[in-house]
Nanobody, 126 residues
Framework: QAQLVESGGGLVQAGGSLRLSCAPS????????IGWFRQAPGKERALVAI????????VYLNAVKARFTISRDNAKNTVFLQMNSLQPEDTAIYYC???????????????????WGQGSQVTVSS
């Protein structure tokens, strides 16, 4: 399947907003669920949110549940991550990837399927 490419990151002041986009470099998104992840300096990559092919979305990262929204436009072949009220602790590289649900240790986990792209840098200044 086509590599996913992230865009829309940048430098923003605390309290500002950004919208990230995730689209395939060629071909289509397909029917896979898509997840947004982020990796802050010195930390492991963490799942932020996922959206299924039918548009069912879940934000998993507690710190952003009230501020971030994931959505999908299959006609435009794009998944979005709307980020509002950004804080300095949101500074990270944001990645998207196809994901598949896996039940592990009694919990539902979303495993990434493809290789990682370059991501989109989001920097929030205080």
């Amino acid at each position: 399947q086509a590599q996913l490419v992230e865009s829309g990151g940048g430098l923003v002041q605390a309290g500002g907003s950004l919208r990230l986009s995730c689209a395939p470099s060629g071909g289509t998104l397909g029917s896979s669920a898509i997840g947004w992840f982020r990796q802050a300096p010195g930390k492991e990559r963490a799942l932020v949110a996922i959206v299924t092919w039918t548009g069912v979305s879940t934000v998993y990262l507690n710190a952003v549940k009230a501020r971030f929204t994931i959505s999908r436009d299959n006609a435009k072949n794009t998944v979005f991550l709307q980020m509002n009220s950004l804080q300095p602790e949101d500074t990270a590289i944001y990645y998207c990837n196809r994901v598949t649900p896996v039940r592990r240790y009694g919990s539902l986990i979303w495993d990434p399927l493809g290789s990682w792209g370059q991501g989109s840098q989001v920097t929030v200044s205080s």
